[in-house]
Protein backbone atom coordinates (compact mmCIF):
# COMPACT_ATOMS: atom_id res chain seq x y z
CA UNK A 1 0.00 0.00 0.00
CA UNK A 2 1.46 3.21 -0.88
CA UNK A 3 2.71 6.24 1.51
CA UNK A 4 -0.56 8.82 2.17
CA UNK A 5 0.12 12.07 2.98
CA UNK A 6 -2.45 14.93 4.54
CA UNK A 7 -0.56 17.89 3.71
CA UNK A 8 -2.83 19.45 0.82
CA UNK A 9 -5.69 21.19 2.54
CA UNK A 10 -5.78 18.30 5.35
CA UNK A 11 -6.76 16.15 2.06
CA UNK A 12 -5.36 12.57 2.45
CA UNK A 13 -3.22 11.91 -1.07
CA UNK A 14 -1.75 8.63 -2.21
CA UNK A 15 0.79 9.58 -4.75
CA UNK A 16 -0.23 7.63 -7.60
CA UNK A 17 2.17 7.68 -10.59
CA UNK A 18 -0.57 9.95 -12.45
CA UNK A 19 -0.67 12.42 -9.30
CA UNK A 20 3.45 12.29 -9.87
CA UNK A 21 3.48 13.06 -13.19
CA UNK A 22 0.65 15.72 -13.52
CA UNK A 23 2.73 17.35 -10.20
CA UNK A 24 5.83 17.41 -12.64
CA UNK A 25 4.07 18.88 -15.63
CA UNK A 26 6.39 19.70 -18.41
CA UNK A 27 9.66 19.85 -16.39
CA UNK A 28 12.15 17.32 -16.53
CA UNK A 29 12.57 14.35 -14.14
CA UNK A 30 16.04 15.68 -13.59
CA UNK A 31 14.87 19.06 -12.40
CA UNK A 32 11.45 18.03 -10.77
CA UNK A 33 13.77 15.25 -8.60
CA UNK A 34 15.69 17.90 -7.52
CA UNK A 35 12.91 20.12 -6.14
CA UNK A 36 11.74 16.86 -3.65
CA UNK A 37 15.20 15.42 -3.06
CA UNK A 38 14.79 12.57 -5.54
CA UNK A 39 17.29 11.37 -8.78
CA UNK A 40 15.44 11.65 -12.04
CA UNK A 41 15.54 7.40 -11.95
CA UNK A 42 13.79 7.51 -8.87
CA UNK A 43 11.35 9.81 -10.66
CA UNK A 44 11.15 7.72 -13.29
CA UNK A 45 10.34 4.73 -11.34
CA UNK A 46 7.85 6.67 -9.33
CA UNK A 47 6.03 7.45 -12.65
CA UNK A 48 5.93 3.99 -14.08
CA UNK A 49 4.79 2.57 -11.04
CA UNK A 50 7.81 0.86 -9.96
CA UNK A 51 8.76 2.32 -6.79
CA UNK A 52 6.18 4.57 -4.19
CA UNK A 53 7.58 7.31 -2.77
CA UNK A 54 8.77 7.16 0.88
CA UNK A 55 6.98 8.89 3.57
CA UNK A 56 9.37 11.80 3.60
CA UNK A 57 9.56 12.35 -0.27
CA UNK A 58 5.75 12.11 -0.18
CA UNK A 59 5.63 14.79 2.38
CA UNK A 60 8.01 16.55 0.25
CA UNK A 61 5.35 15.86 -2.95
CA UNK A 62 2.89 17.62 -0.91
CA UNK A 63 4.78 20.20 0.42
CA UNK A 64 5.58 21.13 -3.62
CA UNK A 65 1.88 20.34 -4.51
CA UNK A 66 0.80 22.34 -1.49
CA UNK A 67 2.81 25.72 -2.72
CA UNK A 68 1.79 25.60 -6.31
CA UNK A 69 -1.76 25.18 -5.79
CA UNK A 70 -1.68 21.37 -6.99
CA UNK A 71 -5.28 20.39 -6.38
CA UNK A 72 -6.50 22.94 -4.73
CA UNK A 73 -9.88 22.76 -6.19
CA UNK A 74 -9.56 18.90 -6.42
CA UNK A 75 -13.04 17.22 -5.35
CA UNK A 76 -14.36 14.00 -5.53
CA UNK A 77 -16.13 12.87 -8.65
CA UNK A 78 -19.01 10.34 -9.54
CA UNK A 79 -20.42 8.15 -6.41
CA UNK A 80 -16.59 8.05 -4.53
CA UNK A 81 -17.39 8.57 -0.74
CA UNK A 82 -14.35 9.76 1.94
CA UNK A 83 -14.68 7.52 4.80
CA UNK A 84 -12.29 7.20 7.68
CA UNK A 85 -13.24 3.80 8.23
CA UNK A 86 -13.57 1.06 5.86
CA UNK A 87 -16.67 -0.65 7.51
CA UNK A 88 -18.22 2.43 6.90
CA UNK A 89 -17.46 2.67 3.40
CA UNK A 90 -18.54 -0.92 3.43
CA UNK A 91 -21.74 -0.32 4.92
CA UNK A 92 -22.84 2.49 2.68
CA UNK A 93 -22.37 0.87 -0.18
CA UNK A 94 -24.22 -2.04 1.00
CA UNK A 95 -26.70 0.63 2.02
CA UNK A 96 -26.75 2.06 -1.70
CA UNK A 97 -26.75 -1.43 -3.20
CA UNK A 98 -29.97 -2.34 -1.13
CA UNK A 99 -31.54 0.55 -2.14
CA UNK A 100 -30.94 0.29 -6.13
CA UNK A 101 -32.48 -2.93 -6.17
CA UNK A 102 -35.66 -1.84 -3.63
CA UNK A 103 -35.72 0.83 -6.58
CA UNK A 104 -35.77 -1.62 -9.39
CA UNK A 105 -37.86 -4.12 -8.10
CA UNK A 106 -40.42 -1.86 -7.17
CA UNK A 107 -40.13 -0.17 -10.86
CA UNK A 108 -40.66 -3.67 -12.39
CA UNK A 109 -43.58 -4.81 -10.03
CA UNK A 110 -45.24 -1.85 -11.32
Given amino acids: MGVIDKTIAGKKIRWTPQLIKRLRG ?7 GALVGATANTVRRWEVGRMEPDREHAKRLSVLAEREGFLKDWKLAGSAVLTGEFEDAL ?4 EEI ?13
Fill in 98 to 110: EQALDSRARSLRG
Fill in 26 to 32: KRKQSYF
Fill in 91 to 94: RKQH
